[in-house]
Nanobody, 125 residues
């Protein structure tokens, strides 16, 4: 069973940085897309970044491109989201998610099968 556990959320001032972590387990030998989503109060959930569990090319939503970076440490089975230049509108619950197994093409930001519990990120002065 694939499991995802997020950590690293918190309160940060505008312009600041935060790094989220997602401990993953259960991929086995399969290829899975893995990504980060967020949901702000009263808004729909938004896919913001993805990659594959073996690495490969990344994909970003326009709202975070140039500010956020997704990466993976395969030795520690951990997915990261480095968030820089944070804005109040980045305030949301952030989720780690996965889909697959698949034949890798370009990872997608919709239709994920497995989800973590979420971690709150608040950007405020």
């Amino acid at each position: 069973q694939l499991q995802l556990v997020e950590s690293g959320g918190g309160l940060v001032q505008p312009g600041g940085s935060l790094r989220l972590s997602c401990a993953t387990s259960g991929f086995g030998s399969g290829v899975y897309g893995i990504g980060w989503f967020r949901q702000a109060p009263g808004k729909e959930r938004e896919g913001i970044s993805c990659m594959y569990n073996f690495g490969g090319t990344t994909n970003y939503a326009d709202s975070v491109k140039g500010r956020f970076t997704i990466s993976r440490d395969n030795a520690n089975n951990t997915l990261y989201l480095q968030m820089n230049s944070l804005k109040p509108e980045d305030t949301a619950v952030y989720y780690c998610a996965a889909y697959g197994p698949v034949v890798p093409t370009k990872c997608r930001l919709i239709r994920y099968d497995y989800w973590g519990q979420g971690t709150q990120v608040t950007v405020s002065s």
